[in-house]
């Protein structure tokens, strides 16, 4: 683990104190992992500024407050700040549907989303899995083995290899070879595996 | 293809691992459950953190008797 020189609850505690360059080290010194956290849910980099920067704003309003405890889990506070945001985020976006009419072609049944997929996107999904397994059957038999245990089985790695009597490197190697090898297929054979 | 390989990890684990691990290994994790190798290297904009830091700066927090923490922002 990487050693901080001051710990989070000094910085906190500077913070309160009044030393605002204590919340710039604590911003610098976390933002990725909240940042690529809050992006992976939400896949829009404005979106996640936006909501990055809500989080913050809470946690300077709570610490300033006087209503921070400082249990030594600042950034599972801070997460849980963000991750409650984002779950707010799509109760609203659920709520309020947001439709792009910029496009001079812009019919509404194209940007609606129902909650449930319809029979069509069921269909569609159930192609593309098809599409998918047809293609894996391509693969040499080592490759196929480990994706088969790693994506339908979900198995660790750790167990593919004692599995398979290979080390974790090689099993993971043979993923990666697979899913390059999916990729050049699909490339050839023009499949298309979008809905 | 993603569709698949994404539904190894839930929102639940994902959480817990942003929460628990060090950053090095959530990185080290994300990036192979998710092949996103590009995200280690997204951190959010510079004017969102400068916006942070001017809201911490402008804000004053009184703390009163009767009415609790009024908040006052500066500019």
Redesign the interface.
Known sequence: ??AHAESDKDLINRYISGD?IC??KI??RH???????I???VKD?QL??DI??DT??KV??TI???SYQEEGKF??WV??IA?NLIIDHFRKSKRIPVFDNSNDDFDIFDTIKFTDASIEDKMI?DQ??QD?RKLIEFLPPEQKEVLFM??YS?MSFKDIAEQTDVSINTALGRMRYA?IN?RKL?EEKNVI?TT | MQVLMKQTLTINQLFLLACNENEKEFFSRIKFKFGARQIENTSPSESVIKNILNYSRGLSVLKTKFTGNVKIILN
């Open positions: 683990m990487k605002q919340l710039e911003i610098y933002k990725n992992r909240v940042f690529a956290y992006l992976l849910l980099k996640a500024d990055f920067q913050f704003i300077i309003n300033r407050n006087g950034i599972q997460m849980r991750h999904t593309i899995h998918v790693r994506h979900d899913l999916l699909i595996l």
